[in-house]
T-cell receptor
Framework: DTGVSQNPRHKITKRGQNVTFRCDPI?????LYWYRQTLGQGPEFLTY????????KSRLLSDRFSAERPKGSFSTLEIQRTEQGDSAMYLC????????????FGSGTQLSVL | GNSVTQMEGPVTLSEEAFLTINCTYT??????LFWYVQYPGEGLQLLLK?????DKGSNKGFEATYRKETTSFHLEKGSVQVSDSAVYFC??????????FGKGITLSVRP
């Protein structure tokens, strides 16, 4: 068990560019979550997968955001036409359904949009 | 919708002091309640949890009791250490284990 891995750790981009983040969950976990955390706030739910199916998306997730989990293993979160307001820490978490709601979090990807 | 309210911070204590961090929640039904901790430079880690009313979660000397009547889940520790310095988040689990977090509170413990 190597934990939840997120790449890159940091991303600096210019406004208007597209960015993509990757999350590798714990291997046997079938649930995967994306959260966003801004300074001084708690993490906010963005979206959730069970296996490869995206089952819920927050209203925070604008049309510029898209997430995939093509084979039910790793996931990607893409932000198109980034805006300065997208600057935040993007957190991924995974869990095993039926194991008591315990989520394991990655260290996150810090996005800075200039 | 679900929400979690934490007391305002930051909190600074001397080593061996008593710690209380307040947390109240609003939710439909009876959600599971959690405290997560984020040490400097690390990811969020589950500290403790409680799944039903009057349950007490405990770990590493920290405790919290699920109080349905006051919709609270206050975190306590009898004697804090410098190594407890971190950001603490209260959270509740809704459908599909989706967590709703409070804003978090930074605890600094002085030697």
């Amino acid at each position: 068990d190597t934990g939840v891995s997120q790449n890159p750790r940091h991303k600096i981009t210019k406004r208007g560019q597209n960015v993509t983040f990757r999350c590798d969950p714990i291997s046997e976990h079938n649930r995967l979550y994306w959260y966003r955390q801004t300074l001084g706030q708690g993490p906010e739910f963005l979206t959730y997968f069970q296996n490869e199916a995206q089952l819920e998306k927050s209203r925070l997730l604008s049309d510029r955001f898209s997430a995939e989990r093509p084979k039910g293993s790793f996931s990607t979160l893409e932000i198109q036409r980034t805006e300065q307001g997208d600057s935040a820490m993007y957190l991924c978490a995974s869990s095993l359904a039926g194991q008591g709601e315990k989520l394991f979090f990655g260290s996150g990807t810090q996005l800075s949009v200039l | 919708g679900n929400s979690v309210t934490q007391m305002e911070g930051p909190v600074t204590l001397s080593e061996e002091a008593f710690l209380t961090i307040n947390c109240t929640y609003t939710a439909t039904g009876y959600p599971s309640l959690f405290w997560y901790v984020q040490y400097p430079g690390e990811g969020l880690q589950l500290l403790l949890k409680a799944t039903k009313a009057d349950d007490k979660g405990s770990n590493k000397g920290f405790e919290a009791t699920y109080r349905k009547e006051t919709t609270s889940f206050h975190l306590e520790k009898g004697s804090v250490q410098v190594s407890d310095s971190a950001v603490y988040f209260c959270a509740l689990a809704g459908a599909n284990s989706k967590l709703t977090f409070g804003k978090g509170i930074t605890l600094s413990v002085r030697p």
